[in-house]
């Protein structure tokens, strides 16, 4: 339907997914995710153009918004979890789903977006008094910046400093790079990053 341009048929599709009883969870699991990994390929292939792919991440957005009445309903649990895009990443979808997973789980989150710069992180940090920060990438080649990052939020807030994830496709295609990033820990999806900062802050 999104490669087709036609958003309310896929915005249709979800929101009857729910009224049937289908978990959130699920939907952005098997659903969202698996999409805009496909969108991604036929990209990367040259079987869509940029127009489409931003086009169908725009509008899984969209409709990721209509679900918030249900996301945002969730018991608080007293954690606060931050979510960026570093460097010059624009790939924002996947690190949005991490924080409403968050928030399905009963954590206050915030989500700074693409392409956030470092010293605004820090700043969310200290305001928010964050205990888990997440950074996403999609492309290998701002793993480097990841790394940077890390540091300086490591030099900045010394033993005090949050538990801190990395994930994204660009992390994904190594799956062990999180320890040379510096990072605590590796998320290969939504799931798996609200599972292992739990682990994170019971050992904390």
């Known amino acids: 339907a999104l490669l087709r341009g036609d958003k309310n048929s896929a915005s249709r599709m979800i929101m009857e997914e729910v009224t049937r009883g289908t978990r959130i969870k699920d939907i952005y699991l098997h659903v969202f995710q698996k999409s805009q990994l496909e969108v991604g390929r036929l990209w990367l292939t040259n079987e869509i153009s940029v127009a489409k792919e931003h086009y169908a991440s725009a509008a899984t957005q969209l409709i990721m918004s209509q679900l918030y009445s249900y996301i945002f309903t969730t018991e608080r649990v007293g954690h606060t979890f931050i979510g960026a895009c570093i460097g010059g990443e624009l790939h924002e979808l996947g690190i949005r789903m991490v924080g409403d997973f968050f928030e399905m789980d009963g954590w206050d989150t915030y ?93 904390k």
Not at 172 to 198: P, T
């Open 111 to 203: 989500y700074l977006g693409a392409n956030t710069p470092v010293a605004s992180i820090i700043s969310a940090i200290e305001e928010k008094h964050a205990e888990v920060v997440g950074l996403s990438i999609s492309m290998p080649y701002h793993r480097s910046l990841v790394k940077k990052a890390i540091d300086r939020i490591r030099q900045h807030f010394n033993s005090s400093c949050p538990k801190i994830l990395v994930g994204g496709n660009g992390i994904n295609h190594n799956k062990k790079i999180w320890k040379h990033l510096g990072a605590d820990g590796y998320g290969s999806d939504a799931q798996e990053a609200v599972e292992r900062a739990k682990q994170l802050i019971q050992k």
